[in-house]
């Protein structure tokens, strides 16, 4: 038997009456459970999405030039109503990041509930759609259009199926080497590109195959938002003075170490750590454990020891963190923006195979006047803020 695959068979006792039913009574594990343990499917040559499997061609494109970005957040309904009245039920994983809306397609959205998604995406982090049916992959990049210019990644795979250069491929077949330990864990957090100058906002992530429940390879955000007040204001001031360094130097060479073709040539750029988001005012940090190598303008143990602080807080803490648990069908939307991610390994010898599409942003800026979300909530709702001055009696661990 291969690793992780459950020989699906109940046991049963046979009693003699005439009938049937009442004779075969279920007994032992009739729920087939085995700790560890979930069933593989088995994929043959007619895997449904044999089009959206991975490929790397050997092709170069030029350099990204600017693009105009009208966030269609702007535009949604301050309390989401053209969307929120369409759904059977909505809910929040947690105060500060997380939604999961049931009952409404993402295939057939009006415009009006488009731009209220936009919003609540923004607002929320990112939000959460079960078994999207219709939503295949030219309805994904339709929505993504809608909302900004496609990104097209220079490095990562992309469907076999041609002209869908800007969707880029997540796979992990059954026979996929698990790799976490060449990575800390905190280097796989990330958020998607932040190299650019505009790095994407809106990206959507659909699960066409993946593990069965129990199986793993869940997903988890991190929000920027909740990370910044999660900062004194001594640091939050000193932070929004600087400007960090997001490469994507690492990614090109280790796709050249592969053997593959870097499409276009890798970009450095300098962002501010701390940025404002156009469409809910709300400030974040905007770090990227994955792809900042440098804060600027302070001496390199400065700039190691903020990075380090920054790392441990959005890996770490779990208040501003949610975690999803896919079924194949789903799909998470979320603002690259303002919240890092990390996918979670450990479902070998599932298939895991998913695809992404996002949209090319403004160019991060931040507004000195702008509040941050826990400002917001506090004025808003009364919600009580976190003790940052380090007085209380710690009595914690049991
Ligand atoms: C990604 O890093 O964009 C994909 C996350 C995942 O595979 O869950």
Known sequence: MAPGLVETAIEVTQVATKDLKATVKPTGNIHNYVPGRTTVKKHDETYKYEDLRPRFPDITWPALTPVEYNDKGLLGDANFKN????ATDVFDYNPKVGTEIHGVDLANLTDLQKNDLARLIATRGVVFFRDQKNFGVDEQRALGKYFGELHSHATTAMPRREGLEDVHVVYTGEDSPDLRALFTPTFLWHSDVTYEEQPPSYTSLKVLSG?????????????????????SPYMQKYLESLTAIHSADLQAQGTRELGRTVRRE????????????????????FFNPGFVTKIVGVPKTESDAIIALLNEIVATSPEVQVRFQWNEGDVAFWDNRVCNHSASYGFAPHRRHAV???CRAERPYLDPE???????????????KANKDGSGIVNYND
């Open 83 to 86: 969307l929120i009245s369409a």
């Open 211 to 231: 593990p069965p429940r129990g199986g793993g390879g869940d997903t988890l955000w991190s929000s920027q938002y909740a990370a910044y007040d999660m900062l």
């Open 266 to 285: 890798p970009v450095t750029t300098a962002h501010p750590l701390v940025r404002t988001h156009p469409v809910t005012g709300w400030k974040s940090l």
């Open 356 to 358: 992404r599409v996002c």
């Open 370 to 384: 702008s509040k941050s979300q826990e400002d917001d909530l506090s004025a808003r709702y009364g919600i009580p």
